[in-house]
């Protein structure tokens, strides 16, 4: 017997699963999409190729990524990020490094004798391990763990060197914070989610920089 | 002459690309003499995307096992380690992200911001226990989310706290989902993991205004049970509501109640509701005028609401970044005397004309007049439907877990005194 409670309730049933339903429908159907503009559902798109977003259909995922190039070095990456210290660090490029003895991100601005000494270093962690090459190259590397991606080497080496230490989000480090709690206070928005397949945007010489086969999966 | 044109061409070339490309290249690439191999940068790769799948399974696994806990075998411990299971691997092991209170604010996104992509998986943690509520009752929130599981383990000495007290504290939550909702909508913020207080206790590390209030959740928990299901929680407006038309949902007895009163004072969140009897033709009378009285006053209630909410549309703006860097570039005395704030530095070195960041400033407040009123007509209609809650009280002759609040812990089962005629497993 089904009496009117139970009929209004069967009724008001039916219509939520209806609207949860649609909503999903609508929700996959964006998600399918990829996050895209053009307006085709992402495969059937006549400009698929060379579309970024051609990963985001590929890899189903996303991770935060920061612009090195619209980053000013504010200082936030160090102190904002969930983790600590934080998953922001800081990459060296090597290919663009000029192996400079007076290294712009190694040490303080007028420094007068370039030893390894603390005080020389601009690195509040001496996190940059310096290394004789050959006359007259040194080879700079981060030692990770002591990086707290503050971003002061990264500035120097821009101000004065060739811009080859770059901030990054360490995606082994990083939570993946549904909203990235750096991302929200950076003053010039240079977080955004990308697809999980390529995830880093490190830039050498205008060129982007290929992922490490040995390192990277994808 | 055509030569000095081609030099010419380079150098407009090289200055543009030195001038764009934030990396110049002032030192040459070294020529090393000896055998050095130059590393190569170690990228290390993200988590593995097959686990994000993995996750889903889990939800779906957790969801089924804890409401086949609660309805079938009405175990308060099989669901109690069951929810310790969840904060282990919600909690601990995934650190609490992505969650189904914080996808609220990805699916709000994805439905107004259409650049925004949304992954399968945030959509399965949003709709999945919404689905298990529309037909079982909230059992997500007993066994299977870790926000409520470890308010659960302290909830050593939970005080009732009368319902005139629950009502009213119970209406933040909608105010909070509005809110949430409107800044997501806006593509603002999402406050609901800007301020969850319990990430910080996964990840071993909190700033310190968050680790107050931490703090002081968990130890108003031992007192108020779930503080933060009760009174906070923005996705538990929503299971709340589907809950009420659940289709099956744990009753406290397994056969008819007795009326002994035993189960009374067992639920540690007042979500039993007592029996309401007493049926008169009086009572009929003072319930028709309650009902008129009611409709005329909800939409007063949404319109007043509507309209405050539109007034507050610049104050409710005020965090979205675009105004608010809008607002330091139009006034520029508000920062005299102190160093540049960054958001100038960045605005300048990004080079975006003023007038552009004006006119999305704007279209931002726009925004935020249309969501104050919608968000302000809710309120007030959320407002209006509680008074009315509370004036047309419904007649219940027995001792039933309010569908709504319950959260389907199963504490009040073990105090009920009848024994189910066809014996489930013990
Ligand atoms: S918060 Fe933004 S601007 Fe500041 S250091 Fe990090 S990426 Fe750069
Ligand atoms: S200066 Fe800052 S960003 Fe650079 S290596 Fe040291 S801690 Fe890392
Ligand atoms: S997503 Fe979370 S863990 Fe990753 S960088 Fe941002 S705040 Fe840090
Ligand atoms: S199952 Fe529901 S009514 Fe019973 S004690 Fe738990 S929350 Fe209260």
């Known amino acids: 017997m089904l009496n009117r409670r139970d009929f209004i309730q069967t009724l008001v049933r039916g219509s939520i699963l209806a609207g949860l339903t649609l909503l999903t429908g609508a929700l996959v159907y964006r998600s399918r999409k990829g996050g895209c503009e053009s307006g085709f559902a992402c495969g059937s ?19 935060w990524q920061l612009d090195p190039a ?10 904002n990020c969930v983790m600590s210290p934080s998953a922001v660090k800081c990459f060296h490029v090597y290919a663009m490094c000029g192996y400079c003895d007076l290294c712009g991100g190694y040490f303080k601005p007028e420094t007068k004798d370039l030893t390894t000494a603390a005080e020389h270093q601009l690195c509040p962690t001496n996190a940059i391990k310096r290394k004789f090459v050959e006359d007259p190259f040194f080879e700079y590397s981060i030692d990770k763990p002591l990086c707290i991606g503050c971003g002061k080497c990264v500035k120097g080496c821009g101000a004065f060197g060739n811009g080859s230490l770059q901030l990054q989000i360490d995606h082994h480090l990083c939570q993946n914070c549904n909203e990235c709690s750096i991302a929200r206070s950076c003053p010039s928005e240079a977080f955004s989610r990308v697809p999980a397949g390529k995830p880093y945007l490190l830039k050498s010489f205008g060129k982007e920089l290929l992922p490490d086969k040995k390192t990277t999966s994808g | 002459m055509k030569e000095r044109m081609k030099k010419l061409c380079w150098i407009l070339l090289f200055t543009l690309v030195v001038v764009n490309g934030f990396a110049v290249q002032r030192f040459p690439k070294p020529e090393f003499e000896t055998a050095y191999l130059q590393p190569q940068t170690h990228q290390p790769p993200p988590r593995a995307e097959l686990l994000a799948v993995t996750d889903v399974v889990v939800l779906f696994l957790a969801l089924a096992v804890t409401t086949w806990l609660v309805l079938k075998r009405r175990s308060r411990m099989g669901v109690f380690f069951m929810s310790l299971a969840s904060l282990a691997y919600f909690g601990f092991y995934r650190q609490g992200c992505v969650c189904s209170i914080g996808a609220i604010q990805n699916v709000t996104l994805a439905l107004f911001d259409h650049s925004f992509f949304i992954p399968l998986t945030v959509i399965a943690f949003f709709i999945l226990p919404l689905i298990f509520t529309l037909f079982f009752g909230r059992t997500f929130c007993a066994g299977v989310c870790p926000f409520g ?45 800007r301020y969850d207080p319990f990430v910080g206790i996964f990840r071993f590390g909190a700033s310190f205004g968050m680790f107050i209030f931490t703090g002081t959740l968990l130890l108003s928990g031992i007192f108020i049970a779930r503080p933060y299901c009760r009174f906070l929680c923005p996705y538990g407006v929503l299971l709340n509501r589907t809950s009420r038309f659940s289709r099956k949902h744990l009753t406290i007895t397994p056969a008819a109640c007795i009326q002994c009163r035993l189960c009374e004072n067992s639920c540690p969140y007042d979500a039993i509701d007592i029996p309401v009897t007493g049926k008169n033709p009086m009572d009929k009378q003072r319930r028709m005028r309650n009902l008129i009285f009611i409709i005329l006053l909800v939409p007063v209630l949404v319109g007043i609401g509507g309209w405050t909410g539109a007034r507050l549309h610049e104050t409710l703006a005020g965090v979205n970044p675009k105004v608010r860097l809008a607002s ?48 302000g007509g809710f309120l007030g209609l959320v407002f209006g439907l509680v008074i009315a809650g509370r004036m047309l009280a419904r007649y219940n002759p027995d001792y039933v877990p309010n569908k709504g609040n319950c959260f389907s812990c199963g504490r009040c089962v073990d105090y009920c005194p009848v024994k189910a005629t066809t014996n489930p497993p013990s």
């Not at chain 2, 383990?153 to 409107?182: D, E, T």
């Open chain 1, 45 to 63: 798109c006549p400009k698929s190729d060379g579309c970024n977003l051609a990963e985001a259909k590929a890899f189903r995922q996303t991770v």
């Open chain 1, 70 to 79: 619209k980053c000013i070095q504010c200082g936030r990456c160090a102190t």
């Open chain 2, 149 to 193: 599981a470890l308010q659960d383990l302290v909830a050593f000495r939970p005080v009732k706290l009368g319902s005139r007290l629950n009502a009213v504290l119970g209406m933040i939550p909608y105010v909070y989902l509005g809110l949430a909702v409107l800044y997501a909508a806006t593509g603002t913020d999402f406050i609901i993991c």
């Open chain 2, 328 to 375: 330091l570039v139009m006034h520029p005395e508000s920062y005299a005397g102190m160093a540049e704030p960054f958001e100038i530095t960045a605005f300048r070195s990004a080079g975006k004309p003023v007038a552009q960041l004006y006119a999305e400033a704007s279209s931002v407040l726009g925004q935020f007049y249309t969501g104050g009123w919608i968000l």
